[in-house]
């Protein structure tokens, strides 16, 4: 039994928790294996394009370390974040797209997920067959790629820029496995609730990841996320060592705010009336989770996918 599995062993189960409409927190959303694959790929991407600290325009400069992915033309710091990378893959938008259903899907309840359950949903089954989730075959050709991807699976980059595709064991599908919630029940008495989710659901399709390092000293203050020509739901995946998340209200910086302890395999959404709330990291807590992803001085990383509205280009 490795340690990850003796560390889950003795945790204490956590629920779904809604913190405002629009903005949930399902804990272990992503499996280990999962979170693993999502720690490989971030190596590929930038030895690609390496990270770097992001300066501000008033001329600070960020403790996080900062690569990003897609669109890139919304963005105030773009031209700090390096080369720019490949288009965001297929399987990281369909991954965002799933995120979103997840969290928005009415019906669900408040019982701890587990790791690789995440949240129950009210969408619809997997229509894929249980050999086709299990498949680890490449597929030879770019039509049989397609056709593969159009089944449901989600596909992660065997190039170190991004580029082409292979099934991997246990692949990036989602709680388990499930398809994308094309809508959500127009009746919910789900707090998370609120005018538009259905809407918001059925369009979803992020463009751009912008991918953080927090070292054991990083930290990121309160802001909104106001760069978007899109007032879309942002997706915030969180990988290695444990976080305090600092959930705000959209009006100031300052009180009342929530704290909420982000660990690796988290998903947190926030959109709709708390699309624009401002949100920071406090601090990391060192030593909770990054080794044991293969972060050898551990930290964290943190994934947020979003639809930016951009028209592509720098």
């Known amino acids: 039994m490795s340690d990850y599995e003796v560390a889950e062993l003795f945790t204490v189960p956590r629920s779904r928790r809604v913190l405002a409409p629009g903005a949930v927190h399902l804990p272990n959303w992503l499996d280990h294996g999962q979170q693993q694959e999502l720690v490989t790929v971030c190596r590929e991407w930038v030895r690609a394009a390496p990270m770097k600290h992001q300066v501000m325009p008033g001329g600070g400069r960020m403790s996080v370390q900062s690569v990003m992915l897609g669109t890139r033309e ?3 710091y773009g031209a700090a974040a390096g ?6 893959p297929e399987w990281l938008m369909a991954l965002g797209t799933r995120a979103v259903a997840e969290a928005y899907a ?3 309840d408040d019982d701890a997920a587990g790791p690789g359950r995440g949240a129950r949903s009210g969408g619809p089954a997997d229509p894929g067959t249980a050999a086709e989730r299990g498949a680890t075959a490449r597929p030879e050709t770019p039509a049989a790629q397609d056709a593969a991807a159009q089944q449901g699976g989600l596909r992660v980059p065997n190039g170190a820029a991004g580029q082409g595709t292979a099934a991997r064991p246990g692949g990036l599908r989602g709680p388990n496995g499930t398809a994308p919630v094309d809508r959500v ?5 789900d707090p998370v609730a609120f005018d538009g989710i259905e809407r918001v659901v059925r369009e979803h399709r992020p463009d751009s990841a912008l991918v953080n390092f927090y070292d054991d000293a990083a930290h990121m203050g309160m802001h909104q996320d106001k760069d978007e020509f899109s007032a879309a739901p942002i997706v915030s995946l969180s990988l290695g060592d444990t976080c305090v998340f600092r959930f705000g209200n959209t009006e100031t910086r300052t009180a009342p705010y929530q704290d909420v302890e982000l660990r690796s395999g988290d998903l947190f959404v926030f959109g709709g009336p708390s699309r624009y709330a401002f949100h ?3 601090r990391v807590l ?4 990054g080794r044991q992803l293969g972060l050898k001085n551990g930290g964290r990383l943190n994934i947020t996918l979003r639809m930016t509205g951009g028209r592509g280009g720098r």
């Open 74 to 76: 919304p963005y105030r």
């Open 106 to 108: 009415p019906g669900t």
């Open 286 to 289: 060192p030593g909770t989770g």
């Open 280 to 282: 920071g990291v406090p």
């Open 83 to 88: 080369p720019r990378l490949p288009e965001l």
């Open 185 to 189: 029940a127009e009746s919910t008495p």
